[in-house]
């Protein structure tokens, strides 16, 4: 492992993009950023702007709406990228499943590296989510 | 964001919030036109996270759909289970046991502390007070112990069931709860102490500004009705639940500025309302079973025909669900009117003639919850043709 | 403020050492809904679960038994609570994080 | 007359001012962690990021200018960082060639004007309100950041190098800021001029994340974001060093080129960045950018006129 792929396992930098999620997740994803669990420690920074990012957080089951948008998000992540989908309706599409307006799960269109069920997840399970989509950058 | 459609003439720049930005947890779009950081016109579009609830509350059977009527909102899914039940209990005739009842506002004002603690935390946040976010995010911890303890998860807690609720809250976790509160109380103190704090007061303070009158007009519910000096308080005004016999344990918070600090000040005040109303409950509790002995799956095919209206207090505001069932384990229609609708129509006139820096704090001052307010639009699958309801076709509809 | 903030630079601060040091993590409490435990052999094949799960999470397989696909579970607990033979059981494992969609049915 | 032995200084002290100016930034990461009550990031976290974003790839949007998109964050990097050489060489090697002060203050200048270009050609709209506020910024703190420059240059006997102020405050035995009030003033007008040109709150202005996404550097990606941080936390520790060099030097090392004298120099340099970085950026909110526009052109122009009316009275 050469040091850029090292310094890559050690600075995570996230963006948290809300594609019709209820909410739970992303405030799970905040919570996962504060004192209590601190994510920090692991070098993820909540970053502003796509193009800094690093990893994708992926939370809801892609509204048609969203569908174009996420998919344009995803198009101006710099290389190397990860995507993250985080809470069972990312995942899978999960009590929304069947709904017209929904175009989901995000893994249908586009790649999703790591999966992170629950509704919503702990937020431990969510930075072990973004550590285990690390594995990626080796 | 389009580059194309993107005026680059500097003096009057239109300035796209959102869907996606990092000031907003939920895709919402403003259009900003900004003449030299100055607002003058403000568009506010919704329905970017539109799921369809309705529509498929009305092909799933009852029970399937009070857990999808919880995963409305993840901040207020107490406020929407407890209204949708108790328009289902309405029409069934089903009287829930009073310790049950009990467990239902308890577990309603915890959601009601850490919804309102949340908020200061992104106003902390949307104003550059990173610190501030980490201490109301702390002390909010605390509470989400607490309802994990209850319930067993954090945000949904599924805890509401047709005639009754599922977990108890036994004479350990009475304790635990009073005692958590205390910590949450003294932290509370320390916030609101920040909040006289002279950078922040700057930033709160005439910022967004709603005077009583207008706030009557745009019928804006909550906190923002209550922050510019209007008495609406379902929990008052037309109690339900437990409320109608402890009116006199908590008392409104009104205060008269209309500002973004006023708004921010009420959430404070209301928690405190709220711990102590938690306590009062929590000494008074009756000692009956917490739910009929009946199974859901045999309940719900008794429900008969019928409509019901049940309004709640959440903790934005006036929340109300129109159910109608259809007599054989499912729904004709359901309709949800959020506390967000009304509010979100305040957000234009509060940032007329602000500066840039005002978008994100005004926008979060009146806690906006996007992921509830997108059911104003209905979708036609069988057509496939998509009607946004304006205000007036709501009030009618509801 | 200030004086808040440097009180608490000194003091030790309150993350819990999640990951750093293996085996710890935020208590949990014994109502927590984790990953699903399910018994295979005392199953009855009775298919409640399936008709309740609010998500579709649980589907009936040609043995007369069920999966659980928990990347759709919402973790409700309502079939833990229907089943009459009461073989399934929610453990307190939270961590259900894989880089493999099918990695998180539970079957056996 | 530059000797060999200067040469081989400035080309060993750039690596290993880079390490400090980040180690630097990891403090005060790892402090501003801690005064929120967690354990926060490794104190080496910006070295990983630098690392990082050195390997990603390099976007350059279609709305861009390519060529000044791309020169921009280079030109800045570059001058922030012989900036920060020249007082290190000054304490290192005793190079005294005078001016230095000017070139020093054109060189922060021109940082700064790099990252309202590079936002400016980057065809983003928030890229573009964020120039305008760095403008603004700029324009609020630089002029009273040179009054400053004026200030001390006219108290230690009309010199603009910073040797000669070194020796003026090592052979009256006591730092400058202690000697005259007038620079007593002074030094209060640079340590405020400091969060702002390190971009912290409470004037993040420019790259207020929850307003404008990340200002100018919105569209940057990869290496070219790198530099620029770089380029800032090299600013900001160069503003350190020199309000320890311009106001508290430290009067009882011996200057006789050795490492020592710079180790306590940072060290001086770091307590004043808790002071003047870390704590703002953790007590403070945001300012508007009409407010900290305020605050600069009359609490700095009052102080710093004070400052000059006393220095005509000859105290």
Redesign the interface.
């Given at each position: 492992m050469n040091i850029t792929g090292k310094a890559r396992l050690k600075s995570p930098w996230l963006f948290h993009l809300n594609t019709g999620s209820c909410n739970g997740c992303d405030i799970e994803i905040l919570a996962a950023l504060t004192p209590r669990y601190d994510a920090e420690r692991f070098g993820c920074m909540l970053v502003a702007s796509i193009r800094h990012a690093d990893i994708l957080l992926l939370t809801g089951p892609v509204t048609t709406q969203m569908h174009e948008r996420l998919l344009r998000v995803y198009e101006q992540m710099p290389e190397p990228k990860a995507v993250v989908a985080v809470g069972s309706c990312a995942v899978s599409g999960g009590v929304y499943t069947g709904s017209p307006v929904v175009d989901g799960p995000a893994d249908k269109f586009m790649p999703v590296d790591v999966y992170v069920a629950g509704c919503p997840p702990r937020p431990e399970a969510i930075v072990k989510g973004i550590l285990e989509a690390l594995r990626k950058f080796r | 964001m389009d580059a194309r459609n993107i005026d680059y003439e500097y003096s009057r720049l239109i300035l796209p919030v959102g869907p996606v930005h990092p000031s907003l947890k939920e895709p919402v779009n403003l259009s900003v036109t900004v003449v030299n950081e100055e607002i003058v016109d403000v568009n506010v579009k919704l329905n970017y996270i539109y799921r369809g609830i309705e529509y498929l509350a009305e092909r799933r059977n009852i029970a399937q759909t009070i857990y999808l009527v919880e995963r409305i909102c993840g901040l207020c899914s107490q406020a929407h289970s407890l209204t949708f039940i108790q328009a289902l209990e309405e029409i069934a005739n089903i009287q829930p046991p009073e310790r049950a009842e009990f467990i239902r506002v308890i577990c309603a004002e915890l959601e009601r502390i850490h919804s309102h603690m949340l908020l200061l935390g992104v106003v902390a946040y949307d104003i550059g007070l990173d610190t501030l976010f980490m201490y109301a995010f702390k002390s909010r911890e605390t509470v989400m112990d607490l309802l994990e303890k209850i319930s067993g998860k954090r945000v949904h807690h599924d805890l509401n069931t047709i005639g009754g609720v599922r977990f108890d809250i036994d004479e350990d976790l009475r304790r635990l709860i009073i005692k958590e509160l205390k910590y949450v109380k003294r932290n509370l103190d320390y916030i609101s102490e920040v909040l006289e704090d002279a950078t922040v007061e700057n930033r709160l303070r005439e910022v967004g500004v709603l005077p009583s009158k207008i706030a009557e007009e745009l019928s804006v519910v909550g906190p923002t009705a209550r922050g510019s000096g209007l008495t609406k308080d379902v929990r008052f005004n037309r109690s339900y639940s437990v409320y109608r016999d402890y009116k006199n344990s908590f008392k409104i918070v009104v205060l008269k500025d209309g500002d973004c600090l006023a708004r921010v000040k009420i959430r404070v005040l209301e928690v405190y309302e709220s711990i102590s109303l938690i306590e009062t409950l929590l000494d008074n509790m009756p000692d009956t079973p917490i739910r009929i002995g009946e199974r859901i799956l045999k309940i719900i095919k008794r429900i008969p025909v019928g409509e019901a209206i049940s309004i709640v207090e959440a903790p934005r505001g006036q929340l109300a669900h129109y159910v109608y069932t259809n007599g054989g384990e499912g729904l004709k229609r359901l309709s949800v009117r959020t506390p967000t609708i009304p509010n979100i129509t305040a957000v234009k006139y509060m940032l007329m003639h602000r500066q840039i820096a005002d978008i994100p704090v005004v926008f979060s001052s009146i806690d906006p919850c996007i992921s509830c307010a997108n059911r104003v639009t209905v979708t036609d699958a069988a057509k496939n043709k998509t009607i946004i309801v304006n205000l007036e076709n709501l009030r009618r509809r509801m | 403020m200030i004086t808040g903030v440097l009180k608490s630079l000194f003091k030790k601060p309150v993350t819990v050492k999640y990951y750093t040091k293996p085996g710890v993590h935020t208590p949990i409490p014994d109502r927590f809904r984790g990953r699903i435990i399910y018994d295979y052999d005392g199953c009855i094949g009775c298919a409640l679960c399936v008709k309740i799960c609010p998500a579709g999470a649980i589907l009936a397989t040609p043995e007369r038994k069920v999966n659980f696909y928990m990347d759709r579970c919402i973790f409700c607990g309502e079939c833990a609570e229907i089943c009459p033979v009461k073989v399934i059981s929610y453990s307190k494992d939270f961590e259900i994080t894989s880089s493999d969609r099918s990695q998180l049915t539970v079957r056996k | 007359m530059v000797e060999l032995i200067e040469v081989a200084a400035i080309l060993a002290a750039i690596p290993l001012l880079i390490l400090v100016s980040l180690l630097a930034e990891g403090l005060d990461r790892k402090?501003y962690?801690?005064?929120?009550?967690?354990?926060?990031?490794?104190i080496l976290?910006p070295?990983?990021?630098?690392?990082?974003l050195?390997?990603?790839?390099?976007?350059i949007p279609?709305?861009a200018k390519r060529n000044i998109f791309i020169i921009a964050p280079y030109i800045a990097f570059l001058f922030s960082i012989s900036a920060l050489v020249i007082p290190a060489v000054t304490l290192i090697s005793n190079l005294n060639f005078t001016g230095d002060l000017i070139l020093i203050a054109y060189m922060m200048v021109t940082v700064t004007l790099m990252y309202i270009i590079g936002g400016a050609v980057s065809?983003n709209?928030?890229s573009?309100?964020g120039m305008?506020r760095a403008i603004v910024m700029m324009l609020a703190y630089e002029i009273p950041l040179l009054a400053c420059f004026i200030m001390v240059a006219v108290k230690s006997g009309l010199t603009l190098g910073l040797y000669n102020i070194i020796m003026v405050q090592i052979e009256s035995r006591q730092p400058l800021a202690f000697i005259y009030p007038s620079i007593a003033l002074t030094a209060a007008v640079f340590l405020l001029c400091t969060p702002a040109a390190a971009e912290v709150?409470?004037f993040?202005?420019p790259v207020?994340?929850?307003?404008?996404?990340?200002g100018p550097?919105?569209?940057?990606?990869?290496l070219y974001?790198a530099l620029f941080k770089l380029a800032k936390s090299n600013q900001t520790l160069l503003l350190n060093i020199l309000s320890v060099i311009l106001f508290f030097y430290p009067v009882f090392t011996p200057l006789n080129s050795n490492l020592l004298n710079l180790i306590i120099v940072l060290t001086i340099a770091l307590i004043i960045r808790f002071f003047t970085v870390t704590?703002p950026r953790?007590?403070?909110?945001?300012?508007?950018?009409?407010?900290a526009l305020k605050l600069y052109w009359i609490t700095a122009s009052i102080l710093i006129l004070s400052a000059a009316i006393l220095t005509g009275l000859g105290v």
């Open positions: - | - | - | 402090i962690a801690r005064m929120q009550g967690r354990i926060g990031p490794p976290q070295l990983y990021d630098l690392i990082k050195a390997g990603k790839e390099r976007i279609v709305t065809g709209p928030y573009s309100i305008s709150q409470p993040d202005i207020a994340k929850t307003e404008i996404i990340h550097l919105t569209e940057y990606t990869g974001l704590i953790a007590v403070f909110a945001r300012l508007r950018v009409t407010e």
